[in-house]
Nanobody, 124 residues
Framework: QVQLVESGGGLVQAGGSLRLSCAVSGRTFSNYGMGWFRQAPGKEREFVAAINWSGYSTYYADSVKGRCTISRDNAKNTVYLQMNSLKPEDTAVYYC?????????????????WGQGTQVTVSS
């Protein structure tokens, strides 16, 4: 069983930055592609960013491209999401997910394990 625990969320003013972390345990972390998704109240869960098993391939939603950076440290079993120039519309619960294929994917169906989420609130 794979467990994912997100941290780093909080309240920040528009234009500020946050760094989310997701610690993974239970299986070989470096086998998994990792993704970040978010869900705002009353909306469907949406893709934010993804990284492949090695960290050499990444993919971003257009809404965050240029403002967010996904990275991973396979030695620490952790994936990160650095978010800059935050906007009120970035407010959501952010989830990390692990996919067994190891590749980059924007589709929720490609991910086998999910964390509980961390709240990000951006005030205007």
């Amino acid at each position: 069983q794979v467990q994912l625990v997100e941290s780093g969320g909080g309240l920040v003013q528009a234009g500020g930055s946050l760094r989310l972390s997701c610690a993974v345990s239970g299986r070989t972390f470096s086998n998994y592609g990792m993704g970040w998704f978010r869900q705002a109240p009353g909306k469907e869960r949406e893709f934010v960013a993804a990284i492949n098993w090695s960290g050499y391939s990444t993919y971003y939603a257009d809404s965050v491209k240029g403002r967010c950076t996904i990275s991973r440290d396979n030695a620490k079993n952790t994936v990160y999401l650095q978010m800059n120039s935050l906007k009120p519309e970035d407010t959501a619960v952010y989830y990390c997910a692990a996919g067994g294929s190891g590749w980059v994917s924007y589709q929720t169906s490609e991910y086998d394990y999910w964390g509980q989420g961390t709240q990000v609130t951006v005030s205007s």
